[in-house]
């Protein structure tokens, strides 16, 4: 059973930076693909960003440019590192892990408000 828990997440002003991290109870060199999604009050989950195991990054048009993700195989985590937040930008922030199963964590809430 995989494991996966965010953090990072918080209040931050609008144009301000965070980077949340998720971090695997196993190695996270097999996964095929991890990601992060989100969701908004009233809204549908989200992906926003995503890296496969060959390190193929993938975003949602709206984050292009600002997030970044990444990983340290030595840590077992992955990163989104967001750039110019925007209160659009606020919600739960889910980690995302996909090998035989798909694996989610219990997310970490971004607000961006000032």
């Known amino acids: 059973q995989v494991q996966l828990v965010e953090s990072g997440g918080g209040l931050v002003q609008p144009g301000g930076s965070l980077r949340l991290s998720c971090a695997a109870s196993g190695s996270i060199v097999s996964f095929n693909v991890m990601g992060w999604y989100r969701q908004a009050p009233g809204k549908e989950r989200e992906l926003v960003a995503r890296?496969?195991?060959?390190?193929?990054?993938n975003y949602v048009d709206s984050v292009k440019g600002r997030f970044t993700i990444s990983r340290d195989f030595a840590k077992n985590t992955v990163y989104l590192q967001m750039n110019s937040l925007k209160p659009e930008d606020t919600a739960v922030y889910y980690c995302n892990a996909e090998l035989k199963y798909v694996y989610w964590g219990q997310g970490t809430q971004v607000t961006v408000s000032s």
């Open positions: 890296i496969t195991r060959g390190g193929v990054s």
